[in-house]
């Protein structure tokens, strides 16, 4: 899958290097604006590749050395030391999230840090701080503290207990779970279609 993809992402690649704006576009853009839109995406593209190239060495030796099944017995181990139970699923999976969410933030730090601040700033759209940047990456932390275990504890006993419609509980869990978050952080608007003449 990555070296499909990979493969389309050079064939788009070489396409933001052609020059000459598409004639199906001169009414609509102007000839600055498309170079500024290029140099962006080549800027985002060339990015992309490094992300995804160093990723997928990253996924490929947790995998191949084991590290996942290791990081899942040594996070049990970690709960006695909070006087915690070890054979409690539920705490033992929530462990075992809260140290895949630090790797996970310590690996996409830099990553973020070069798209924001070099790469989004080079061009005009960079709009934050470093102070901000921290401050909105606490406040995804904390979110995540705050909603993540609840959801996760919910969908083990779903687990559990669901027997032969697990996956239609699973799916209405999700429906309705989707139908209570999403207008927290989001706001939904109605689109109305005008049919001219």
Same mark, same amino acid.
């Given at each position: 899958?990555?070296?499909?993809?990979?493969? %389309?992402?050079?064939?788009?690649?070489?396409?933001?290097? +052609?020059? *000459? =704006?598409?004639?199906?576009?001169? /009414?609509? #853009?102007?000839?600055?604006?498309?170079?500024?839109?290029?140099?962006?995406?080549?800027?985002?593209?060339?990015?992309?590749?490094?992300?995804?190239?160093?990723?997928?060495?990253?996924?490929?030796?947790?995998?191949?050395?084991?590290?996942?099944?290791?990081?899942?017995?040594?996070?049990?181990?970690?709960?006695? %030391?909070?006087?915690?139970?070890?054979?409690?699923?539920? +705490?033992? *999976? =929530?462990?075992?999230?809260?140290? /895949?969410? #630090?790797?996970?933030?310590?690996?996409?730090?830099?990553?973020?840090?070069?798209?924001?601040?070099?790469?989004?700033?080079?061009?005009?759209?960079?709009?934050?701080?470093?102070?901000?940047?921290?401050?909105?990456?606490?406040?995804?932390?904390?979110?995540?503290?705050?909603?993540?275990?609840?959801?996760?504890?919910?969908?083990?006993?779903?687990?559990?207990?669901?027997?032969?419609?697990?996956?239609?509980?699973?799916?209405?869990?999700?429906?309705?779970?989707?139908?209570?978050?999403?207008?927290?952080?989001?706001?939904?608007?109605?689109?109305?279609?005008?049919?001219?003449?």
């Amino acid at each position: 899958m990555y070296l499909f993809e990979t493969y %389309l992402d050079l064939r788009q690649h070489a396409t933001l290097k +052609l020059p *000459t =704006l598409p004639k199906t576009l001169e /009414a609509v #853009i102007s000839q600055e604006k498309f170079e500024k839109s290029r140099a962006y995406s080549l800027d985002k593209s060339h990015f992309y590749f490094v992300h995804e190239f160093v990723t997928i060495l990253i996924d490929s030796a947790i995998l191949f050395f084991g590290i996942l099944p290791w990081f899942w017995k040594k996070s049990g181990t970690f709960l006695p %030391l909070l006087g915690l139970i070890e054979e409690n699923e539920i +705490l033992h *999976t =929530l462990s075992f999230f809260a140290g /895949a969410m #630090i790797w996970s933030q310590i690996t996409d730090l830099p990553f973020s840090l070069y798209s924001t601040f070099v790469i989004e700033a080079r061009h005009g759209f960079n709009k934050q701080t470093i102070w901000l940047f921290f401050r909105d990456l606490i406040k995804g932390i904390c979110l995540a503290i705050v909603l993540g275990p609840p959801i996760v504890s919910a969908i083990i006993v779903i687990v559990q207990s669901g027997g032969p419609y697990l996956a239609i509980y699973l799916w209405a869990f999700m429906f309705v779970l989707s139908l209570v978050i999403a207008p927290l952080f989001n706001k939904f608007t109605p689109v109305r279609w005008h049919c001219g003449k």
